[in-house]
């Protein structure tokens, strides 16, 4: 199990200064960019966490959440994507999401030195979460044949390692990642 870890991270460093060197267009079609996009949307959760703290709003939003989910399935033929796998993407996304938020309630709950001292508008957040869904959206149909190839799983695997190096992630923001790309592959 240490020399699989050990490989996964040199493969990683290895795939990270690579595709730092790798302009976005050329490295198509990876999973980079979708990769990426997903990890943008777990780092806005921090943003999100800090709207609700300490408020009556929830961290779960049935409601919010399935606009999310029937919009999604309004758009994927358009795209080309079947509605239903779209919808178990963006599942992955939301529920990557709450996995922060749940985190920093705990983590700001022990820890009340470290909550946040302003709180963002959740009404300016909403618009870059819909802008990072649509691009999300975009790149999933520009990947289909990518995550569709027995070969996604291990891609994956290795994209997101390359992705959480780059953002920097701590260990709590890097579960969330991984939860956000679990529905990525298709095949199988």
Not at 151 to 163: I, M
């Amino acid at each position: 199990m240490r020399l699989r870890s050990f490989l996964v991270t040199v493969t990683a460093v290895l795939a990270a200064s690579l595709v730092g060197s790798v302009p976005a267009s050329a490295s198509s079609p990876t999973l980079w960019r979708l990769t990426d996009l997903a990890a943008q949307r777990v780092a806005i959760a921090d943003q999100v966490a800090a709207a609700k703290y300490g408020t009556p709003s929830p961290i779960d939003d049935p409601a919010r959440e399935q606009q999310i989910y029937d919009s999604v399935a309004a758009r994927a033929p358009g795209l080309g994507l079947d509605p239903a796998d779209a919808v178990r993407f963006f599942r992955a996304q939301i529920e990557a999401n709450k996995l922060v938020q749940r985190g920093l309630y705990a983590r700001w709950d022990a820890h009340p030195d470290q909550a946040p001292t302003t709180r963002p508008d959740l009404g300016q957040i909403r618009p870059v979460i819909d802008g990072l869904n649509t691009s999300l959206l975009t790149e999933l149909a520009a990947t289909t044949s990518v995550r569709a190839a027995r070969s996604c799983p291990v891609r994956q695997l290795v994209t997101a390692d390359v992705v959480d190096l780059r953002h920097r992630f701590d260990a709590l923001h890097a579960r969330a990642l991984g939860e956000a790309t679990s529905a990525t592959c298709t095949a199988g």
